[in-house]
């Protein structure tokens, strides 16, 4: 079977290697048909990402075919769809055995520091696996691990109802955490971005209130869309200082700041405004299974408008055109698949 495998920073080889084998009653061999490209792998494309080494195979965004399942799988048979959350957990340590294993202290992350699903065929476990239901496309399955990001972040305030609420980053999951916010019932979401295509995308998606920092200050943009109400919450997606500074500066007291965002250097956040106010800084990372299924079900209800997101999709044997592409088109790219079919 094909894989691809990046070699080193900027550089993905092709390789012939051998179908993997059903091992356990409980494998699930999937056919893979779509891969989405996140931000994280960029990271990889370019060396920066801080926890992963080189050779190493992608994919932590998929969704794939059932072609063979295990003699104890229940979940899935042949023929369903699936995919599958990429978080290789210890079990044992203190976060685990409360069942916060997102935050395992020996996790491994397929795609960054295990191999992903950069292949024709991938294993995966049942206890991992999620099936994807028959209505949904594999674009849809494969954009249900961000998904269940924005899902699993969108749990981290004490409450979302009736609040108003700033994202700050359009992107991927940007974009999606706004959505979330207001299906939780959010009275009003502002997301911010400099990018008009990607604000554009989440106006298409449903997002009312957006706000471009090139255009007008964030106090002018509180001002036009809260008017003296401003918010609660904030959601940090972009991986800046200037966006944390704008929340925690501005947020009413006693609000909740929940960081998603990958940041490259500290944020000199003002810790006495924290103090002072009584706000609550709160980390987000990935999900946990239950964010999985609440991922499936909001997409399949029709809760959450994920179609516009997809701007692109590249051939398997253009991997690296599709990461070339997010390199000159980025500001006018959302979200991009490798296609396998």
């Not at 001002?223 to 800046?240: Q, S, Y």
Request: proline share 5%; glycine share 8%.
């Amino acid at each position: 079977m094909r894989q691809a495998i990046m070699t080193e920073p900027g550089v993905i080889e092709f390789r012939e290697v051998d179908k993997p084998d059903i091992l356990s009653p409980h494998d699930i061999l999937l056919k893979i048909k779509k891969i989405g490209v996140c931000g994280s792998d960029i990271h990889v494309w370019h060396g920066k990402h801080p926890f992963t080494s080189y050779p190493i195979v992608q994919g932590h965004e998929y969704s794939g075919e059932v072609v063979a399942v295990g003699s104890e799988v229940s979940l899935v048979k042949p023929g369903n769809k699936a995919t599958a959350r990429p978080q290789l957990v210890c079990g044992k340590c203190k976060p685990c055995r409360r069942g916060d294993y997102n935050v395992c202290e020996n996790l491994k992350v397929q795609g960054f520091q295990a191999n992903g699903c950069a292949q024709d065929y991938f294993i995966v476990p049942e206890e991992r696996a999620i099936r994807v239901p028959d209505k949904l496309s594999f674009v849809e399955g494969a954009i249900i691990e961000p998904v269940a990001v924005g899902a699993h972040s969108t749990r981290r305030p004490s409450s979302l109802k009736d609040e108003n609420v700033v994202v700050f980053g359009a992107g991927t999951i940007g974009n999606i955490v706004a959505q979330f916010a207001r299906a939780r019932g959010a009275k009003k979401v502002l997301i911010s971005d400099y990018s008009e295509f990607r604000l554009e995308i989440a106006r298409e998606c449903g997002i009312i209130y957006t706000y471009n920092p090139a255009e007008e200050t964030f106090e002018e943009a509180l001002k036009r869309v809260f008017c003296d109400e401003g918010f609660r919450v904030a959601f940090e997606a972009a991986g800046a200082e200037k966006p944390i500074l704008n929340a925690v500066n501005n947020i009413n007291n006693g609000g909740e700041i929940v960081i998603l965002g990958v940041f490259d250097k500290p944020a000199g956040i003002h810790m006495s405004l924290v103090c002072e106010h009584e706000l609550k800084i709160i980390g987000s990372m990935m999900y946990k299974h239950e964010d999985y299924v609440e991922a499936v079900d909001y997409i399949t209800k029709g809760l959450l408008n994920i179609k516009p997101m997809v701007t692109k999709e590249f051939p398997f044997k253009e991997y690296s055109d599709a990461y070339r592409y997010i390199d000159k088109y980025g500001d006018k790219s959302l979200k991009i698949m490798i296609n396998l079919e």
